[in-house]
Each structure stands twice: as C-alpha cells, then as structure tokens.
C-alpha cells in the first residue's frame, strides 16, 4: 500500500517508493497493491490535479485499487478498512504479541535518522548518506547512548547537512532524538557526525 499526499507535489521520497512496489510487484504479482491518496479534502479546489496525479502513479504501476481519503471528513476511510480486511488471513500471528519489530536497536535508531533526514532535506542528499554505527550502549543510569557517523559523497553535501555552526546537524540529532526517546521509552544521548565519504 503507496499512501501519498494528495497536495503535496510528489517528490525524490515518493518516487523511490513507487520503484520498489514496481520492483516488488515484479517479484510477487500474487500481491495486491492500492495507493491511498491522502488529504482530500483540502484539495476541493483541485479535484483535477489529484486525479493527474492518481493516474501519473498508476500509470507506473497498476495499482488493484485507489482510495481517496480524509482524515477531518472520514472519506473513504471505512471503505478502505473493508477492502484491506477482506484481502486479511486469519492465521496465527508470526510474532509474539509483546515483540514490536524483528529490527535491532540500532537499526530502528537509523531509521528514525533515515526518517529525520528525508524530513530536513530534499533531491538527492537522503540518498546518498551511509550510516556507520560507532556506539549503542546503555549506560547505568539508563541512558542509551547512540553514536552515528553519516557519510556523504560530496562536501558540498556535508556542509548543506553540517549547516552554519553546525545548526542543521544540531537540528537534526535533536529531532532524532527526541522520536528515539519515545521509541526505547527512556532518555537518549545521540551523537552525529558528518563526513565526507572517500571510499
């Protein structure tokens, strides 16, 4: 399921997404696909746009259904709660009910980072970042303390990123950090670091 913001111009973020459904759906045709256009109600005014905008996405992968969706006035949000019950499997669950993800804690810190980044930056700069975990501890107090390396290919990207005095980096691990604390439940001590990738 592609979930889409309906007035926002669609970007590098969404365009990644629609490759790996299209990668995916090569790999499993049995599955089914919808994209789920979001926010419809404040697009009133440009009901054709929305639907160019359906129909740019389908045309790349063809989804089995579209729903058109607003959370303020609930439309279609009962119909696509049908449609994803119907296609559901009563089976047993996979994992117990107290396990959250099967990703390790440093993974899900990364992703937070990864998220935060798409969050602050745009074209090509989320991209190109590689992660390099230096440290996941727990510290006696219990504190968890992260250490990140982000490295990017270019120096231009690493002072985009850095920012002026390094307010953007500041920007960014405050942000991690503060989605990481609700995630582990408890306080986090996130480092990061900018450099310039030479491999």
């Known amino acids: 399921m592609l979930v889409i913001d ?4 669609t970007g590098p973020a969404e365009e990644y997404l629609l490759q790996e ?5 090569s790999k499993r045709p049995d ?14 005014g440009r009901k054709h746009d929305i639907l160019m905008k359906a129909e740019a996405l ?17 439309q279609q949000l009962t119909e696509l709660r049908q449609t994803l019950l119907s296609y559901s499997v009563s089976r047993e669950w996979d994992w117990p009910a107290d396990k959250k993800t099967d990703k390790s804690d440093v993974e899900l810190a990364e992703e937070v980072i990864r998220e935060k980044i798409f969050t602050l930056f745009n074209q090509e700069i989320p991209y190109g970042v590689k992660f390099q975990n230096v440290a996941f501890s727990h510290l006696p107090n219990g504190t968890i303390k992260i250490e990140e390396i982000l490295r990017v290919p270019k120096e231009s990207q690493k002072r985009i990123m850095v920012g002026t005095d390094g307010a953007t980096v500041m920007q960014l691990t405050q942000m991690a950090s503060y989605e990481l604390c609700q995630v582990f439940g408890c306080f986090v001590q996130l480092s990061i670091l900018v450099k310039v990738d030479k491999d």
């Not at 599955?31 to 009133?44: E, M, W």
């Open 6 to 9: 309906s007035v926002r111009r």
């Open 21 to 25: 459904l299209v990668n995916h759906k």
């Open 31 to 44: 599955l089914k696909f919808f994209l789920v256009l979001t926010k419809i109600d404040l697009g009133s």
């Open 58 to 74: 389908n045309s790349a992968i063809t989804f089995d259904e579209i729903f058109f969706v607003s959370a303020i006035t609930s």
